[in-house]
T-cell receptor, first 113, second 112 residues
Framework: DAGITQSPRHKVTETGTPVTLRCHQTENHRYMYWYRQDPGHGLRLIHYSYGVKDTDKGEVSDGYSVSRSKTEDFLLTLESATSSQTSVYFCAISEVSGLDGYTFGSGTRLTVV | KQEVTQIPAALSVPEGENLVLNCSFT??????LQWFRQDPGKGLTSLLLIQSSQREQTSGRLNASLDKSSGRSTLYIAASQPGDSATYLCAVLTGGGNKLTFGTGTQLKVEL
């Protein structure tokens, strides 16, 4: 989607290695979110941010950490990747805590081998 | 806990047919409901956003309705085309924000 970019688009990594996914927005929205999408589970919230350096946990936050040092960037880190973290990761943004709707990025397909 | 169900899980129709996708949710205390489209291997594209105070929203051949009291929303697609083939997801926003619950989607195939 225009205004929100995820990188990398695809990544294969080994079990036990740290991995960082990046979400970059040009919309100057306050809220940013990380979701994972898995068959049978749909989309689930990992972490979200409501401002620079302000973050909180979502539904499935174990094994993940986030950082937001600038309004435009929201990083998701897998401290020590496991096979259960193989998934498609989506970043989303919202201007008013979801009241104005969400805009999603194109996703990062992560495979942990 | 909010639960969102979409019926049917899959749907195949001939081109030109009008169709309805259904979304139901268990907690009617929602802020809004959003319909998305997802093409295979792609991200989510927002189609329509309905605020809790609204009854429906329209965009081109798409019309979404919301009956908050009964916990239901429908997405109506008029004159379906093969390009409409995708998975359609509904999501409801509840709580103090940041609680966006997704349904598991309806996979639509429009055949020539």
């Amino acid at each position: 989607d225009a205004g929100i970019t995820q990188s990398p688009r695809h990544k294969v990594t080994e079990t036990g290695t740290p991995v960082t996914l990046r979400c970059h927005q040009t919309e100057n929205h306050r809220y940013m979110y990380w979701y994972r999408q898995d068959p049978g589970h749909g989309l689930r919230l990992i972490h979200y941010s409501y401002g620079v350096k302000d973050t909180d946990k979502g539904e499935v936050s174990d094994g993940y950490s986030v950082s937001r040092s600038k309004t435009e960037d929201f990083l998701l880190t897998l401290e020590s990747a496991t096979s259960s973290q193989t998934s498609v990761y989506f970043c989303a943004i919202s201007e008013v805590s979801g009241l104005d709707g969400y805009t999603f990025g194109s996703g990062t397909r992560l495979t942990v081998v | 806990k909010q639960e969102v169900t979409q019926i049917p899980a899959a749907l195949s129709v001939p081109e030109g047919e009008n169709l309805v996708l259904n979304c139901s949710f268990t907690d009617s205390a929602i802020y809004n409901l959003q319909w998305f489209r997802q093409d295979p291997g792609k991200g989510l594209t927002s189609l329509l956003l309905i605020q809790s105070s609204q009854r429906e929203q329209t965009s081109g051949r798409l019309n979404a309705s919301l009956d908050k009291s009964s916990g239901r929303s429908t997405l109506y697609i008029a004159a379906s085309q093969p390009g409409d083939s995708a998975t359609y997801l509904c999501a409801v926003l509840t709580g103090g924000g940041n609680k966006l619950t997704f349904g598991t989607g309806t996979q639509l195939k429009v055949e020539l």
